[in-house]
Nanobody, 115 residues
Framework: QVQLVESGGGLVQPGGSLRLSCTTS????????MGWHRQAPGNQRELVAT???????NYADSVQGRFTISIDNAKNTVYLQMNSLKPEDTAVYYC?????????WGQGTQVTVSS
C-alpha cells in the first residue's frame, strides 16, 4: 500500500518559518515528481509547489521567493521550506506524488500562521 507521511506543520507567528517533510513508500525509480498543495477553510485545494525527480521546480505566484521545494531521491522525501510566513498561508498542506501515471496524496498537515 502506497503511503505518503507528512510532518512539520504547526503554529508559527507571522514572519516565521516552518519546514514540511513528506516521505513516501513509492520507489524513487517510479516517481515522476512530487509536490505540495494546500487547502484553507472554504477554499479549493491549490498548488503550492512541485518538483520533478530531476529537480525542475514550479511555484505558485503567492509563495514565489518565500517557499523552497526540494527532493531527496535517496530518501524518497520531499521538503517545503517556508519562510516569511503570512496569515494567508494558513491551511492544511497536502503532499502529492506522481508515479506510474497515478496521483497519490498524503493525509495533510495543518499550518497555522497567527500572532
Amino acid at each position: 500500500q502506497v503511503q505518503l507521511v507528512e510532518s512539520g506543520g504547526g503554529l508559527v507567528q507571522p514572519g516565521g518559518s516552518l519546514r514540511l517533510s513528506c516521505t513516501t513508500s513509492i520507489s524513487s525509480y517510479s516517481i515522476y515528481g512530487m509536490g505540495w498543495h494546500r487547502q484553507a477553510p472554504g477554499n479549493q485545494r491549490e498548488l503550492v509547489a512541485t518538483i520533478t525527480s530531476g529537480g525542475t521546480t514550479n511555484y505558485a505566484d503567492s509563495v514565489q521567493g518565500r517557499f523552497t521545494i526540494s527532493i531527496d531521491n535517496a530518501k524518497n522525501t520531499v521538503y517545503l521550506q517556508m519562510n516569511s510566513l503570512k496569515p494567508e498561508d494558513t491551511a492544511v498542506y497536502y503532499c502529492r506524488a506522481v508515479a506510474d501515471g497515478y496521483n497519490y496524496w498524503g493525509q495533510g498537515t495543518q499550518v497555522t500562521v497567527s500572532s
